[in-house]
Nanobody, 126 residues
Framework: QLQLVESGGGLVQPGGSLRLSCAAS????????IGWFRQAPGKEREGVSC????????NYGDSVKGRFTISRENAKHMVYLQMNSLKPEDTAVYFC???????????????????WGQGTRVTVSS
């Protein structure tokens, strides 16, 4: 199973920026589509963004479109989420997850992803 570890979370003021990283280990990374999810207290896990194996397809949830950018460096087995213009409602634990099927990037449904990281906490507050 692919192992995923998130990093880069922290406390940031509204309007600020953070870059989250997802480090993957395992031979299946180059065959995996990677999504970013977030979960705030009392809320369901939300699909934030997704990127396919070659990076040709990238998409975003409506709430983050225009502010967040997903990217990957396959040679480094890394996926990133650049978050700009952060808002208090972006506060959540952020997870990266891997899927075998590109369809998962279309749905961004948690149930379509097979491997998960432990999460990194993002707090946006003044």
């Amino acid at each position: 199973q692919l192992q995923l570890v998130e990093s880069g979370g922290g406390l940031v003021q509204p309007g600020g920026s953070l870059r989250l990283s997802c480090a993957a280990s395992g031979s299946t990374f180059d065959y995996s589509h990677i999504g970013w999810f977030r979960q705030a207290p009392g809320k369901e896990r939300e699909g934030v963004s997704c990127i396919t194996v070659g990076g040709n397809m990238r998409n975003y949830g409506d709430s983050v479109k225009g502010r967040f950018t997903i990217s990957r460096e396959n040679a480094k087995h890394m996926v990133y989420l650049q978050m700009n213009s952060l808002k208090p409602e972006d506060t959540a634990v952020y997870f990266c997850a891997a899927a075998r099927s590109a369809y998962a990037c279309f749905t961004r449904a948690p149930s379509d992803f097979q491997s998960w990281g432990q999460g990194t906490r993002v707090t946006v507050s003044s």
